[in-house]
T-cell receptor, first 111, second 113 residues
Framework: EAQVTQNPRYLITVTGKKLTVTCSQN?????MSWYRQDPGLGLRQIYY???????DKGDVPEGYKVSRKEKRNFPLILESPSPNQTSLYFC??????????FGPGTRLLVL | AQSVTQLGSHVSVSEGALVLLRCNYS??????LFWYVQYPNQGLQLLLK??????LVKGINGFEAEFKKSETSFHLTKPSAHMSDAAEYFC???????????FGAGTRLAVHP
């Protein structure tokens, strides 16, 4: 089954404790992206990647890092999480002229 | 810069009534436009997309949207609401095709008996 998976789905952490949210797709898509969703703001793009070792900033990259060492994986790294990064995070992937497929979301609470 | 405005953060309709969710965009080039739906505790699912082929776009679950360049609008409609349509709906625009999507704030649709 074609899908985008994210882990964990739910995470509670404390300020400053580094964390990684994983994203994996099994569709051999070149393009992957991370979004955060906040009430009243819709989804905002954090980072995206056009292919392995090619990443670029989206609209709200501050406080986040990404890497793309393998085509199927695109982890989101929060080196020093802060409470304003409490949000719902979505990973997405696509190929060619197709639209984006979204993962199920990761709900993060930073205390 | 691109932007998307969805009028009405909450819309409530009766089952069987017309659904109209409004979306206006700003873009300096002919845009690609999308509507996504998000059911509770799920990711986003594509409803339909406009890519300049036809101004009236039909999507899944009986939804359609009409691109009106003069009004810079891409409103989503469904003739008859069903209880299962209750969800949050997002309009999105992209100038470069599909890479960089700019989303609206979303409209939560409630359907009551």
């Amino acid at each position: 089954e074609a899908q985008v998976t994210q882990n964990p789905r739910y995470l509670i952490t404390v300020t400053g404790k580094k964390l990684t949210v994983t994203c994996s797709q099994n569709m051999n898509h070149e393009y992957m992206s991370w979004y955060r969703q906040d009430p009243g703001l819709g989804l905002r793009q954090i980072y995206y990647s056009m292919n392995v070792e090619v990443t670029d900033k989206g609209d709200v990259p501050e406080g986040y890092k990404v890497s793309r060492k393998e085509k199927r994986n695109f982890p989101l790294i929060l080196e020093s999480p802060s409470p304003n990064q409490t949000s719902l995070y979505f990973c997405a992937s696509r190929t060619g002229g197709e639209t984006q497929y979204f993962g199920p979301g990761t709900r993060l609470l930073v205390l | 810069a691109q932007s998307v405005t969805q009028l009405g953060s909450h819309v409530s309709v009766s089952e069987g009534a017309l659904v109209l969710l409004r979306c206006n965009y700003s873009s300096s080039v002919p845009p690609y436009l999308f509507w996504y739906v998000q059911y509770p505790n799920q990711g986003l699912q594509l409803l339909l997309k406009y890519t300049s082929a036809a101004t009236l776009v039909k999507g899944i679950n009986g939804f359609e949207a009409e691109f009106k360049k003069s009004e810079t609008s891409f409103h989503l409609t469904k003739p008859s609401a069903h209880m299962s349509d209750a969800a949050e709906y997002f309009c999105a625009v992209s100038e470069d095709g599909y890479n960089k999507l700019i989303f609206g704030a979303g409209t939560r649709l409630a359907v009551h008996p």
